[in-house]
Nanobody
């Protein structure tokens, strides 16, 4: 059974940093793209970052230069390093694989 489990969310002050992790199991991991999405209160879920099996990356304009997606294929992990966080980054962050499987999400709150 394919499973994705996110961790690393929490409360952080504006300008702070967090590193989210997503642990994958039950799937062939290394050759497929992985995705981070987020959903803020009252808003639709949006794509934040993508990393291909070949480790090419893309980002939403709103996080470019602040967020970095990476992966460790040996550990079947994907990460989202988030720096210079802003209140508008407050959301539930989700990991997704190339076959439409979602994790349950981890809440990030940016507030002073």
């Amino acid at each position: 059974q394919v499973r994705l489990v996110e961790s690393g969310g929490g409360l952080v002050q504006p300008g702070g940093s967090l590193r989210l992790s997503c642990a994958a199991s039950g799937m062939i991991f290394s050759i497929y793209a992985m995705y981070w999405y987020r959903q803020a209160p009252g808003k639709e879920r949006e794509l934040v970052a993508t990393i291909t099996g070949g480790t090419a990356t893309t980002y939403a304009d709103s996080v470019k230069g602040r967020f970095t997606i990476s992966r460790d294929n040996d550990k079947k992990m994907v990460y989202l390093q988030m720096n210079n966080l802003k209140p508008e980054d407050t959301a539930v962050y989700y990991c997704k694989n190339s076959f439409g499987v979602w994790g349950e999400g981890t809440l990030v709150t940016v507030s002073s």
